[in-house]
């Protein structure tokens, strides 16, 4: 059974191809376009052709940008010698509302992950290596606490550890506002192993 | 904290002002385009913007359509003395996918509540008055079975009483594969009340 209108169902097909944005929901966010005024779904769709036109990827650390070097990259404040390796674009900007970090960033592109065929080549480690030479003296490595991310973190430890740069892992433990008895006990024996002195 | 990008913000700001769809889910939405084809993005950008250049309401039933009168209204063959009368477009569909209903739609655009300050006026029933007077011999209420629909039902049952015209109401009763335990009270005397001879 299809809508009447060939357009209605076009935009509920297309809609539907999201990742979590199932046909129920694509068929709600029809109905609320047909309510709005025509400017704001121009607005939209002129938004989404724009992520293709103008945003490219750091030319130095691959994160999402509009201009080439990225800002991060670009400003001389920040502390060159201190490079921390992060999974997606995503992060880096998760990173940043810390505010706590001054270096530059190394956004990988993805972790390594043989079950759906992504190696060391589908990754910017090459990119990593290269950058190293140029008088980096401590490498964060931010991948996310699970199995891709700690092997793909092993992984590029193994292979900075001959260049002589101190490497550094963020701090797995519970996080702030968690609970012990609640808390699953891999990331209670990393707490544990981890804790520091106080 | 903004994104790097303005783009990638523009972005993840315009797709989070739909409705169910939140900044994470923005952001996420975003990322998976920046993945996909740039051919990928410009239909679904299409799609939108054909929304407001071809749909329109039938000017017969007020159903969503790319031509007008709409298919079912244009249909020879739907009995035209036969009026459901329902809330939404969407409503039509799924009315339709039943396969059970032969007669003509018309789409109120809403429901009356007073709370919104949506007034008859604000609906389509000065339109349906005019439609019964054209040789409609039975009008069914197929309005949601909740408290704006039932008012709304109750409301128009009342313009319509002294048209002569018989009224119906679309059964509230136990849903098919549901569970007498775990139906609500107001539901269950419903279905007792509105039993039926077998």
Same mark, same amino acid.
Request: net charge negative; charged share 25%.
């Given at each position: 059974?299809?809508?009447?209108?060939?357009?209605?169902?076009?935009?509920?097909?297309?809609?539907?191809?999201?990742?979590?944005?199932?046909?129920?929901?694509?068929?709600?966010? *029809?109905?609320?376009?047909?309510?709005? @005024?025509?400017?704001? *779904?121009?607005?939209?769709?002129? #938004?989404?052709?724009?992520?293709?036109?103008? *945003?490219? /990827?750091?030319?130095?650390?691959?994160?999402? /940008?509009?201009?080439? @070097?990225?800002?991060?990259?670009?400003?001389?404040?920040?502390?060159?010698?201190?490079?921390?390796?992060?999974?997606?674009?995503?992060? &880096?900007?998760?990173?940043?509302?810390?505010?706590?970090?001054?270096?530059?960033?190394? &956004?990988?592109?993805?972790?390594?992950? @043989?079950?759906?065929?992504?190696?060391?080549?589908?990754?910017?480690?090459?990119?990593?290596?290269?950058?190293?030479?140029?008088? &980096?003296?401590? *490498?964060?490595?931010?991948?996310?606490?699970?199995?891709?991310?700690?092997?793909?973190?092993?992984?590029?430890?193994?292979?900075?550890?001959?260049?002589?740069?101190?490497?550094?892992?963020?701090?797995?433990?519970? @996080? &702030?506002?968690?609970?012990?008895?609640?808390?699953?006990?891999?990331?209670?024996?990393? #707490?544990?192993?981890?804790?520091? #002195?106080?």
């Amino acid at each position: 059974m299809q809508y009447l209108s060939g357009t209605v169902e076009t935009a509920i097909t297309e809609l539907s191809k999201l990742p979590g944005i199932g046909r129920k929901t694509a068929q709600r966010l *029809v109905f609320y376009m047909m309510k709005i @005024p025509r400017r704001e *779904v121009d607005d939209l769709a002129a #938004a989404l052709v724009a992520l293709k036109d103008k *945003v490219r /990827t750091c030319s130095q650390c691959f994160n999402l /940008t509009d201009s080439d @070097p990225c800002l991060i990259c670009a400003n001389a404040g920040r502390e060159r010698s201190l490079l921390c390796v992060v999974e997606e674009a995503n992060d &880096v900007l998760a990173l940043e509302k810390t505010g706590e970090f001054r270096g530059l960033y190394h &956004v990988l592109g993805g972790v390594l992950s @043989p079950l759906d065929g992504i190696g060391p080549d589908d990754l910017r480690i090459r990119d990593l290596m290269l950058r190293l030479q140029g008088g &980096v003296s401590e *490498v964060i490595l931010a991948t996310n606490p699970n199995t891709e991310g700690e092997a793909t973190a092993i992984y590029l430890s193994n292979l900075i550890k001959p260049l002589g740069i101190k490497i550094t892992r963020i701090a797995r433990g519970l @996080p &702030v506002g968690g609970d012990l008895e609640f808390t699953d006990e891999v990331t209670l024996s990393r #707490a544990l192993s981890g804790r520091v #002195a106080w």
